[in-house]
């Protein structure tokens, strides 16, 4: 069976970085893209960019260029994602999610790593 | 880049009562590349529906949807408790995909 299981919980002071990993198991980890959704307290879903496990290509959004990086080891089956110079506002729950394919669209979600950004 | 505007916000209803919910795209969504997942809270989403009207594995079938272009619908049959949630419709295909705000139902 699918699991995506992410690391734990984050405090970090504004203008760091903080680094999320997301280990995937029970399919072939290099056959599917790899997501990451954050969501504000309170708030909707919002998508961060993506990674192809097989190469290593990211798309991200335009709203975290410059801030993000996802990478992938494919010997541990794990992603990452960083995203720098934090701000109070990134304070969110930040999710991986398998695409189904590459279809950008998720079956499949880890737990969510919350990280909170305040001084 | 396509919005998605969900309604209601939020949906009172109770056990054994039927729920339409509405995702209206600001463009028509190609193929009907829609998505509908439920959350919980402390919980991450669930994707119920992909294709605007094909079931996840393991979703049961008290939850349809249905649409096509701009207007699209998901329906729970009957509520069940478990069915008291979030609801996100999404919008796939190709980057970035984008969200509703979400509909709430609630239990009357």
């Known amino acids: 069976q699918v699991h995506l299981v992410q690391s734990g919980a984050e405090v970090k002071k504004p203008g760091a970085s903080v680094k999320v990993s997301c280990k995937a198991s029970?399919?072939?980890?290099?056959?599917?893209?790899i997501h990451w959704v954050r969501q504000a307290p309170g708030q909707g879903l919002e998508w961060m960019g993506v990674?192809?496990?097989?190469?290593?290509?990211?798309t991200y959004a335009q709203k975290f260029q410059g801030r993000v990086t996802m990478t992938r080891d494919t010997s541990t089956t794990t992603v990452y994602m960083e995203l720098s110079s934090l701000k109070s506002e990134d304070t969110a729950v930040y999710y991986c999610?398998?695409?189904?394919?590459?279809?950008?669209?998720?079956?499949?979600w880890g737990q969510g790593t919350q990280v909170t950004v305040s001084s | 880049e396509i919005v998605l505007t969900q309604s209601p916000g939020t949906l009172s209803l109770s056990p054994g009562e039927r729920a339409t919910l509405s995702c209206r795209a600001s463009?028509?969504?190609?193929?009907?590349?829609l998505t509908w997942y439920q959350q919980k809270p402390g919980q991450p989403p669930r994707l119920l529906i992909y294709?605007?009207?094909i079931r996840a594995t393991g979703i049961p079938d008290r939850f349809s949807g249905s649409g096509s272009g701009t207007d699209f619908t998901l329906t729970i049959s009957r509520l069940e408790p478990e069915d008291f949630a979030v609801y996100y419709c999404?919008?796939?295909?190709?980057?970035?995909?984008?969200f509703g705000q979400g509909t709430k139902v609630e239990v009357k």
């Open positions: 463009q028509s969504v190609t193929s009907n590349y």
């Open positions: 999404q919008r796939y295909g190709y980057p970035p995909p984008t």
């Open positions: 029970g399919y072939t980890f290099a056959a599917y893209y």
């Open positions: 999610a398998k695409d189904r394919g590459s279809a950008y669209f998720f079956d499949y």
């Open positions: 990674i192809n496990p097989s190469g290593g290509s990211t």
């Open positions: 294709g605007a009207s």
